[in-house]
């Protein structure tokens, strides 16, 4: 989340600067400006594919879960308690060695 307000921050400052080149005039400055934007539209891409693929794994895993627990639900009941007495059972473990 951190990252994606800093990319967030980089392209309104870079937005800004390209608004305030807008009136300055060669080939240089032209061709800059092209690289730039070109640079910019292809991280907000690369930015908003990467959001959408995390969030279709997302679903993925929880619908996978979801069909594991309505077709299987005392074995996910149990596989849930093995899980959570195994972590409790390590966390006292730690806690007494300290």
């Not at 279709?56 to 895993?61: D, F, G, L, T, V």
């Not at 639900?73 to 308690?81: D, E, K, Q």
């Given at each position: 989340m951190k990252n994606l307000k800093s990319f967030k921050s980089l392209v309104t400052d870079v937005e800004e600067l390209l608004a305030e080149l807008q009136d300055a005039r060669g080939p240089e400055v032209q061709d800059l400006r092209d690289r730039v934007e070109e640079s910019l539209d292809a991280a907000k891409r690369?930015?908003?594919?990467?959001?959408?693929?995390?969030?279709?794994?997302?679903?993925?895993?929880?619908?996978?879960?979801?069909?594991?627990?309505?077709?299987?639900?005392?074995?996910?009941?149990?596989?849930?308690?093995?899980?959570f007495g195994t972590i409790g059972y390590l966390a006292g473990a730690a806690g007494r060695e300290r």
């Open positions: 690369a930015i908003g594919q990467q959001s959408s693929d995390a969030s279709a794994r997302i679903r993925r895993y929880a619908t996978s879960v979801d069909h594991y627990i309505n077709d299987y639900p005392r074995l996910a009941f149990l596989s849930g308690a093995l899980i």
